[in-house]
T-cell receptor, first 109, second 114 residues
Framework: DAGVTQSPTHLIKTRGQQVTLRCSPKSGHDTVSWYQQALGQGPQFIFQ???????QRGNFPDRFSGHQFPNYSSELNVNALLLGDSALYLC????????FGDGTRLSIL | KNQVEQSPQSLIILEGKNCTLQCNYTVSPFSNLRWYKQDTGRGPVSLTI?????NTKSNGRYTATLDADTKQSSLHITASQLSDSASYIC?????????????FGTGTRLQVTL
C-alpha cells in the first residue's frame, strides 16, 4: 500500500515562471492538504482540498492555486514565482493523523 | 507570531541519554496536539496524538505529555539512539467541521552523537 507520493522530488525554476507540483494521497484518503516549509521552519498551511473543492486556505496569495481530481490526486500551482517561494512543498492526506509525502524541493534562481 | 513555540531550537545529546523537548501553544479552539518527527529531506511522521482529556501518551521510547491548563506539552525521549537525530515538531490541531487546520511549531533539531 503506497503512502503519499509527490512529484517531482526536486525542481529548479527562475523568477516569474510557473510551476505545477503533484500529489497522490494514501490509498483510501480523500482529503489533501498542501504545506510550504522554508528551510529551518515548520510547515505553513497553504490549502486543503476535499471533494474536488478548496475547503480551507491559509495566508497565501492568489498566486498559489490548486486542484483536486476525481481520483483524489491533487496539484499545486504557483504563478509568477518569487525567490521567497523556494521551499519544500509537502502534501498530506487525510486528517487524523495526516500522512505526509516526502515533498518537492523547489529552488528559485 | 507563531502560535506554537518550541524549545530548545536545537539540542545535542550523547547516545543513550534522555532528553525532553518543550512546546507552548496558544491556538484555540483546541482539538488535539501532535508531535511529529521529520528526518532530513523527508516528510513529517506522526509520533503521538493527544486530545484535550489526555495528559500522557507513549509510543515506544517517546512519551508526550499535555497540560491543557497551561497549554504546554513536552516530548520525552528515553535511551536515545543515533536514528533519533531529526527535527521534532509540535502541532496544534483545530477541528473545523470535517476538516482540520494544523499549526506547526518551528521544531527542535535533535542531534544524537556517539
Amino acid at each position: 500500500d503506497a503512502g503519499v507520493t509527490q512529484s517531482p522530488t526536486h525542481l529548479i525554476k527562475t523568477r516569474g515562471q510557473q510551476v505545477t507540483l503533484r500529489c497522490s494521497p494514501k490509498s483510501g484518503h480523500d482529503t489533501v492538504s498542501w504545506y510550504q516549509q522554508a528551510l529551518g521552519q515548520g510547515p505553513q498551511f497553504i490549502f486543503q482540498y476535499y471533494e474536488e473543492e478548496e475547503r480551507q486556505r491559509g495566508n497565501f496569495p492568489d498566486r498559489f492555486s490548486g486542484h483536486q481530481f476525481p481520483n483524489y490526486s491533487s496539484e499545486l500551482n504557483v504563478n509568477a514565482l518569487l525567490l521567497g517561494d523556494s521551499a519544500l512543498y509537502l502534501c498530506a492526506s487525510s486528517s487524523q493523523p495526516q500522512h505526509f509525502g516526502d515533498g518537492t524541493r523547489l529552488s528559485i534562481l | 507570531k507563531n502560535q506554537v513555540e518550541q524549545s530548545p531550537q536545537s539540542l545535542i545529546i550523547l547516545e543513550g541519554k534522555n532528553c525532553t523537548l518543550q512546546c507552548n501553544y496558544t491556538v484555540s479552539p483546541f482539538s488535539n496536539l501532535r508531535w511529529y518527527k521529520q528526518d532530513t529531506g523527508r516528510g513529517p511522521v506522526s509520533l503521538t496524538i493527544m486530545t484535550f482529556s489526555e495528559n500522557t501518551k507513549s509510543n515506544g521510547r517517546y512519551t508526550a505529555t499535555l497540560d491543557a491548563d497551561t497549554k504546554q506539552s513536552s516530548l520525552h525521549i528515553t535511551a536515545s539512539q543515533l536514528s533519533d537525530s531529526a527535527s521534532y515538531i509540535c502541532v496544534d490541531v483545530e477541528a473545523a467541521g470535517t476538516a482540520s487546520k494544523l499549526t506547526f511549531g518551528t521544531g527542535t533539531r535533535l542531534q544524537v552523537t556517539l
